[in-house]
């Protein structure tokens, strides 16, 4: 708070005086239009300032100079001699008004020399000074102040003999976050993405491009201006992307039609509907967003694509898009504000469309993108040549509490699933390893990233997989080993940005005196369908049985390419688990048996999209009886098949005896049992009394047919 009044009393103050010829007994009051002005800015322009001076003897005359000293740069456009034309002191005492112009004598100083006019007859004078432009990031925005902060002026006239001042003290603006955002992604995955042969906002969203949006918000109304007097554009923005791979390609909108607009531009991810965006010029103005050609590494220069029609022109239809020349993986395109609404705070939101071939190995990279006013700068002080606006450089802040949206469900939400990480073990003993589950409970893409924080001692806890994309599993091992005997304290932060959360979990071990007793290793022998007790391939949700040594203790975890499965048994020969559904349907994945923090070697799996396999005794009747030779399914009657291994999606189908059945009459979980389907056929009513087989068989995506071993299934012949 100390530095705030600071800034309040010492760093915000304007101070005008004034040299008189002679005495009078002239009083002014001071006022001025308080005016909002953008933190990030090193051009903002500042309310008039005026005195309204009274009491003067008619026709007297005043002369001097008249000289004001700010907190912060004058960042106006100077020409010769460090003149700048457009800040201007108006004088009126009833005849027609002055104006002067100013220069900037010192960095942060503007003065009015010659100064020299004629009280009114009814001895008043009137004057204003506008125009003065500062660098307002000079306030402490830049280092992370977010704060409205009042622009104080102090203002007095002094002389032989002084002219009192009323309202000396008073706001002439408001520096504040002028912009506001949000991404649905801080970063871009880029995998594998298709893109239409034309190329059109309504095309890529067809072709099922990737996309991720991004979202601008005004911090007050009329933070997006247009261009005004006295400045090259209006306000814009940079979004700049890096790291992208080799084959990206990035395409954004022409036009982006705000939030006021008939049908703002959209790809769904913050609320409205798709939309590529409809616009219509009113005299109220609508906030419209332009893609700036030709624009410099900056932001300045270029033209903007489009300039809307005027007042009561026609509705207008946006569709086109542009690709971003990319260098060596980062590109940028810049926007420039061509129509808004300066009473009302408006957003707009636009897809960055990613076309990607698939990668080597079918890995995904991550790319990142920022945001900022434009064009940014670091020159804060006036000049000849700099473009006005002009920003520094400055990351906003989120948006969503502007808009109150930040607990939609399209916001990114991170969740943690960690059990209570404190240990104990003898000094020299082995690591001892434990799992945090991460998930993303919201929409969007949540990017995260763990980090450690020692309380005493180092490197006595290691990580693997500290960052992820949406789910993810970390794991954390403390290591005792080199440790002397007392508590040891840490701090695991997840960090998931400002949206999403933090979370931060505390870590202890207790090392206890004496030699570590030889932990027992598990050994995995086979990994097998639980359902056939067969080694082979193994389906993502379906039933598995491990067979090893030493797999029991108090504590057994087992986890998939670090990804925990749920197990449903365990001993020191056999654990039956569920594969995780998240593992995936092709490829191979590393399985981990740990015990009470004992880590065993690992296991190379096969996955499949689909094994299926019926348990052994994994028929019932229609009476829901276990189909046996003493109780047999009557032909023309519905039994029902308990297998594992069948796929989510794609095509089941059975064959009893000689017969194919095309149509299950049920295909799918079994309710209430994890990892098992179930799958209900009707006995073909022609078949004989007899002991005979039954299959199941998947077809997934046009794959081939996957069948089970045939188990035993008896019937009798219905009279």
């Not at 006022?31 to 309204?52: C, F, K, M, P």
């Not at 001042?165 to 506001?180: C, E, R, T, W, Y």
């Not at 890529?204 to 996309?211: D, P, R, V, W």
Request: proline residues 8%; glycine residues 10%.
């Amino acid at each position: 708070m100390k530095r705030i009044h600071r800034l309040l009393l010492w760093g915000c103050v304007f101070c005008v005086s004034l040299v008189s010829a002679q005495s009078t007994s002239l009083s002014c009051t001071a006022s001025a239009v308080t005016t909002n002005v953008r933190a990030e800015g090193l051009t903002e322009q500042v309310g008039d300032i005026v005195l309204d001076c009274t009491g003067g003897a008619p026709g007297s005359s005043v002369t001097g100079n008249l000289s004001v000293i700010l907190p912060v740069a004058v960042t106006n456009r100077v020409i010769e001699e460090s003149s700048a034309p457009d800040v201007t002191l108006t004088i009126d005492t009833g005849a027609t008004p002055q104006t002067l112009s100013a220069t900037v004598s010192r960095p942060n100083r503007v003065n009015f020399n010659g100064l020299n006019f004629s009280v009114s007859a009814t001895g008043r004078a009137h004057l204003r000074i506008s125009g003065i432009r500062i660098a307002a990031t000079q306030l402490g925005f830049a280092s992370g102040m977010a704060l409205p902060v009042p622009i104080a002026a102090i203002i007095t006239i002094t002389g032989p003999q002084s002219v009192p001042v009323v309202n000396s003290n008073l706001a002439a603006g408001i520096a504040s976050n002028g912009l506001l955002a949000s991404a649905s992604s801080t970063a871009i995955v880029c995998t594998r993405s298709p893109l239409p042969d034309t190329m059109s906002f309504s095309a890529l969203i067809a072709a099922g491009t990737h996309s991720y949006s991004t979202r601008v918000t005004e911090g007050f109304p009329a933070a997006f201006e247009v261009r005004q007097n006295g400045a090259r554009t209006g306000a814009r923005f940079m979004v700049s992307y890096s790291s992208l791979p080799q084959g990206a390609r990035i395409f954004v909108p022409d036009v982006i039609a705000g939030s006021s607009a008939i049908q703002p531009t959209a790809r769904g991810d913050f609320g409205p509907p798709v939309s590529p965006g409809r616009y219509k010029r009113t005299a109220e103005g609508s906030l419209l967003l332009a893609l700036v050609r030709g624009a410099g590494s900056t932001g300045a220069g270029g033209l903007p694509v489009y300039t809307p029609g005027p007042v009561g022109s026609g509705e207008v239809a946006f569709d086109s898009v542009t690709e971003i020349s990319l260098t060596n993986g980062a590109g940028y395109a810049v926007y420039e504000v061509m129509d808004a609404n300066a009473v009302v705070r408006e957003s707009a939101q636009w897809p960055t469309f990613v076309g990607m071939p698939r990668q080597d190995g079918g890995q995904s990279a991550v790319a990142s993108q920022e945001i900022t006013f434009a064009p940014v700068s670091e020159l804060a002080a006036a000049s000849t040549s700099a473009p006005i606006p002009r920003f520094a450089a400055v990351a906003p802040s989120p948006d969503c509490q502007a808009l109150n949206d930040c607990k939609s469900s399209y916001m990114p939400r991170l969740a943690v699933d960690a059990p209570l990480l404190e240990f104990t073990a003898p000094a020299g003993s082995i690591y001892k390893v434990n799992y945090i589950g991460v998930e993303n409970d919201g929409g969007g893409l949540l990017v995260w990233a763990a980090t450690l924080t020692y309380k005493n001692g180092s490197e006595w806890i290691r990580l693997e997989q500290p960052s992820g994309l949406n789910a993810g599993v970390i794991r954390l091992d403390v290591m005792p080993e080199k440790l002397t005997p007392g508590r040891y304290e840490a701090t695991l932060r997840i960090d998931a940005g400002p949206l999403a959360g933090t979370r931060s979990l505390p870590i202890r071990l207790d090392v206890t005196p004496g030699v570590a007793p030889i932990a027992p290793v598990p050994v995995i022998r086979t990994v097998q369908n639980a359902a056939s007790l067969a080694p082979g391939p193994l389906v993502a949700g379906s039933l598995a049985t491990i067979m090893g040594e030493k797999l029991g203790g108090e504590q057994v975890m087992v986890h998939f390419d670090g990804i925990p499965a749920k197990l449903l048994y365990s001993s020191d020969t056999q654990i039956n688990l569920q594969v995780p559904e998240a593992i995936g349907a092709m490829g191979e994945a590393r399985v981990v048996v740990s015990a009470d923090g004992v880590e065993g070697i690992p296991v190379l799996v096969t996955l499949r999209p689909a094994a299926p396999a019926i348990f052994r005794s994994g028929i019932l009747n229609q009476d829901s009886s276990l189909n046996t030779e003493n109780t047999p399914a009557a032909t023309g009657s519905i039994i029902q098949i308990f297998a594992t291994g069948l796929p989510a999606q794609g095509t089941i189908t059975a064959k009893i005896h000689d017969r194919e059945i095309a149509d299950p009459t049920y295909a799918g979980a079994a309710p209430r049992l994890d990892g098992v389907q179930q799958v209900n056929i009707r006995v073909p009513d022609d078949l004989p009394t007899m002991t005979t087989e039954v299959l199941l068989c998947a077809t997934v995506s046009g794959s081939e047919r996957l069948c089970s071993r045939p188990a035993p299934v008896t019937l009798q012949r219905s009279q």
